[in-house]
């Protein structure tokens, strides 16, 4: 892979009008702001990142969470176009000048397809197909697909927000023009963190596209040199774009501290427990110097805050420079595991002990598990009713049903399949707030007012 075939500028659906390069803002600015203005993108302000949604104490959301890791990733980007322009400064008047606002960009939508009431609504619509009522239409299944074919079958069986967010950016909706949010190819190749559909996702069902999008990705990895590792009939499995490896450092960063943070807020975690991981990021000496920056006098919340900054700095600064060590092997697609993975043991061994923890006393802890299981109550339910309605439209129940979907989703398409997936469309779009109002709607626990 090449870094000037690579950081391409062109966009989906609109290949034939390139923007000069002269232009004050840039084509990946331009892909940031479209993102940021989006309603898609608002909507994440009402979708759980971890803990439920801001009661007496504001925790992040998946709005607040983006922002951070577009923060974080702009750092990552910038910091490793200054090297690569030293090492290339023939490149100074190119596109390869503009890695931090493509990362920003990448950053900021990589959670844009996550549905409702976070993992948990994940899972709950890979199990209604796979082990509730939603089996029922595996019996509709052919190989030529004529009601649902197998690739739709196992994109729903493995559904996963990755795939919807590039699903989101690049499927043409009813009403919509071509290309979706029409966005740059380096910026959708730097969000696709699994660069293949669901027939090729292994031990965890991750995967980056679903069949619908698999020729949109598979022309965008082709126009920008991405290498495909290996290919079995029409499916294939590419190496990531290099930038896909910065998207991911910055989420995995920001995640895991901010999370820490949360956990601190609302009590689940101990002031001492919470500093104490926060400075294991840092040596001896590093430590005596915070410590003196912030004694033990100076408020707590604020020396947290303080130590969480300077820790998503050093952790930024180093896998700045793993994925610098590691380039050759990161252009050539042989690169393994995540640049987080290879961190310098001091650093690895902090990160891992905020893994532990988070596992063992965040996402276990009460506040988490009541919004997993009433969000994949709902989730569960509406699912049940949409589908049903979309199998018998018919049905006079099932028409007021599909009165509630816009216009935008396909629910009234000639093809069950494509039906399906305009009810994922409907559904993971939704905001958590949105779900349970629907949910109590249709199940008779609320009334709309006049």
Known sequence: MDWLTLISSTRLGK??????????????QRDYDRLIFS????????KTQVFPLPGSVFVHNRLTHSLEVSSVGRSLGTDVSVDILRRHPQWADTEVTGLGAIVSAACLAHDMGNPPFGHSGEKAIRTFFSEGRGQDFYQYVSARGSELSE???????????????????????????????VMTYATLA?????????????????????EAERDIYEHIASSLGITCLERQGHTARYARHPLVYLVEAADDICYEIMDIEDAHKLRILSDDDTLSLLLGFFSADERASLEASYPGETDVDDRIVYYRSCAINALERACVR??????????????????????????????????EVANS??????????????????????????TDAVHHPERAYASLLLSQVPSQYEVHAPRLGTRLMAVLDFLSGMTDIYALDLYRKINGHSLPSV
């Open 361 to 386: 006393r965040i996402y276990r802890c009460k506040e988490v598990t009541d919004v997993d299981l009433a969000g994949y109550h709902i989730i569960y339910t509406l699912l049940e009713l949409f």
């Open 322 to 355: 793993v994925f610098l060590d590691h380039e050759a092997h990161i252009m050539q697609g042989t690169f393994q595991g995540s640049l987080i993975e290879h961190l310098p043991p001091l650093l690895r061994a902090a990160y891992v002990r905020c893994e």
């Open 39 to 46: 309603s898609a993108f608002r909507r994440m302000q009402n």
């Open 190 to 210: 730097a969000i696709v963190k699994y660069p293949y559909g669901s027939d090729r996702a292994t031990a965890k069902p991750k995967f980056g596209f679903f």
């Open 151 to 181: 690739a739709e079958w196992t994109d729903m069986t493995r559904f996963d927000g990755n795939a919807n967010t590039f699903r989101l950016l690049t499927h043409r909706f009813n009403g919509r023009r071509r290309g979706g949010f």
């Open 15 to 28: 290949e034939d009008k390139p923007k000069p390069m002269e232009e004050r803002r840039t084509e990946f």
